[in-house]
């Protein structure tokens, strides 16, 4: 039986933000349809969903993959709306850039064409991420939604350039698509999400959050080549709903509350974790001079948006849920 609100479509339904938003979609009443992938991995992992509450009436589990974008069409037939957020992650590094990126958008634009057959979508909200926005040397010190990342850039600056690459094409291609069908599309691109988790698996965001604590050499050094943009999840959680319930929006929008160096993260830790053996601050401090980079989220405020969480949430709520799943 559909909810009040009417039943929505959330891909990708184990992963961290995902599983976030479904947990906050049946708090407000709506229906969810989340998808996940077929392979047994996945399906030992789904019963945290099943547990959420109003879950037993409101939730129901689809099977679908990036490979087969046609399996989504059960999924999303009937919605009157659909979050994308199923994107192949690829975080050892062992499969082609090429292959990340043609199954990010082969899949999505799958996704983008059952939402136009089925008659009943009324928006969808793809989530992109930062790094389709801040992997530029246009020399910016404040970048808004009209920043793209440069893929020669993506190759260069990240950790992980599978996933910024693909997260930049896909994005684009799936605006060019909206525009060219008149489907009514916006993208949301959150910066590095930290705090709280509901997923069993360790999401890499939060683990990229706590690297200094962790000793995470490589992520740790990402973090310390720019500032750092974060957002809590639940604000992120927020932003997905607030974009499908406003009744005019379009294009992108960047969802970033805080910015912090690794110099002043490695102070807060130190002042309130100091059970936590982390890189020296004097090392920590060498990197202060470092590109103070910062992302607008101007054009989300403007509509009317408000964050609610700061630095210490988002820390401290997610060195909580680690000590409780055992990670710490």
Same mark, same amino acid.
């Given at each position: 039986?559909?909810?009040?609100? +009417?039943?929505?479509?959330?891909?990708?339904?184990?992963?961290?933000?995902?599983?976030?938003?479904?947990?906050?979609?049946?708090?407000?009443?709506?229906?969810?349809?989340?998808?996940?992938?077929?392979?047994?991995?996945?399906?030992?992992?789904?019963?945290?969903?099943?547990?959420?509450?109003?879950?037993?009436?409101?939730?129901?589990?689809?099977?679908?993959?990036?490979?087969?974008?046609?399996?989504?069409?059960?999924?999303?037939?009937?919605?009157? +709306?659909?979050?994308?957020?199923?994107?192949?992650?690829?975080?050892?590094?062992?499969?082609?850039?090429?292959?990340?990126?043609?199954?990010?958008?082969?899949?999505?634009?799958?996704?983008?064409?059952?939402?136009?057959?089925?008659?009943?979508?009324?928006?969808?909200?793809?989530?992109?991420?930062?790094?389709?926005?801040?992997?530029?040397?246009?020399?910016?010190?404040?970048?808004?939604?009209?920043?793209?990342?440069?893929?020669?850039?993506?190759?260069?600056?990240?950790?992980?350039?599978?996933?910024?690459?693909?997260?930049?094409?896909?994005?684009?291609?799936?605006?060019?698509?909206?525009?060219?069908?008149?489907?009514?599309?916006?993208?949301?691109?959150?910066?590095?999400?930290?705090?709280?988790?509901?997923?069993?698996?360790?999401?890499?965001?939060?683990?990229? +959050?706590?690297?200094?604590?962790?000793?995470?050499?490589?992520?740790?050094?990402?973090?310390?080549?720019?500032?750092?943009?974060?957002?809590?999840?639940?604000?992120?959680?927020?932003?997905?709903?607030?974009?499908?319930?406003?009744?005019?929006?379009?294009?992108?929008?960047?969802?970033?509350?805080?910015?912090?160096?690794?110099?002043?993260?490695?102070?807060?830790?130190?002042?309130?974790?100091?059970?936590?053996?982390?890189?020296?601050?004097?090392?920590?401090?060498?990197?202060?001079?470092?590109?103070?980079?910062?992302?607008?989220?101007?054009?989300?405020?403007?509509?009317?948006?408000?964050?609610?969480?700061?630095?210490?949430?988002?820390?401290?709520?997610?060195?909580?849920?680690?000590?409780?799943?055992?990670?710490?």
């Amino acid at each position: 039986m559909e909810g009040e609100k +009417g039943a929505v479509c959330v891909t990708g339904g184990t992963g961290h933000v995902a599983s976030w938003l479904i947990m906050k979609l049946l708090q407000l009443g709506y229906s969810v349809r989340a998808t996940v992938r077929s392979n047994s991995d996945v399906k030992k992992k789904i019963g945290f969903l099943r547990t959420l509450p109003s879950a037993s009436e409101k939730l129901e589990i689809f099977n679908a993959d990036l490979d087969k974008p046609s399996s989504f069409d059960a999924a999303i037939e009937g919605c009157i +709306g659909v979050f994308h957020l199923a994107h192949p992650m690829d975080y050892e590094g062992e499969e082609a850039e090429e292959a990340v990126v043609k199954r990010s958008m082969e899949g999505t634009l799958g996704i983008l064409k059952a939402c136009l057959n089925s008659k009943t979508v009324k928006r969808v909200i793809y989530t992109s991420s930062a790094a389709a926005v801040a992997l530029n040397n246009k020399g910016l010190d404040v970048m808004d939604e009209n920043a793209w990342s440069d893929i020669e850039c993506c190759r260069a600056f990240s950790i992980n350039s599978s996933y910024a690459v693909s997260k930049t094409v896909t994005e684009r291609a799936a605006l060019e698509f909206a525009e060219e069908h008149g489907l009514d599309l916006v993208t949301l691109c959150p910066s590095l999400v930290v705090g709280p988790f509901i997923c069993p698996n360790f999401p890499i965001s939060v683990r990229m +959050g706590l690297s200094l604590i962790f000793g995470d050499g490589d992520q740790y050094k990402g973090l310390s080549q720019t500032q750092t943009c974060m957002v809590h999840i639940e604000d992120v959680a927020a932003a997905h709903i607030f974009l499908l319930e406003c009744p005019k929006v379009e294009g992108r929008f960047i969802c970033s509350s805080i910015q912090a160096t690794a110099y002043e993260i490695a102070q807060y830790f130190a002042i309130k974790y100091p059970e936590f053996q982390m890189p020296s601050l004097d090392l920590s401090r060498e990197i202060e001079n470092v590109r103070l980079l910062s992302l607008s989220s101007k054009k989300l405020l403007d509509l009317g948006f408000k964050f609610k969480y700061g630095l210490e949430e988002m820390f401290d709520e997610a060195i909580e849920c680690c000590r409780e799943k055992g990670f710490l």
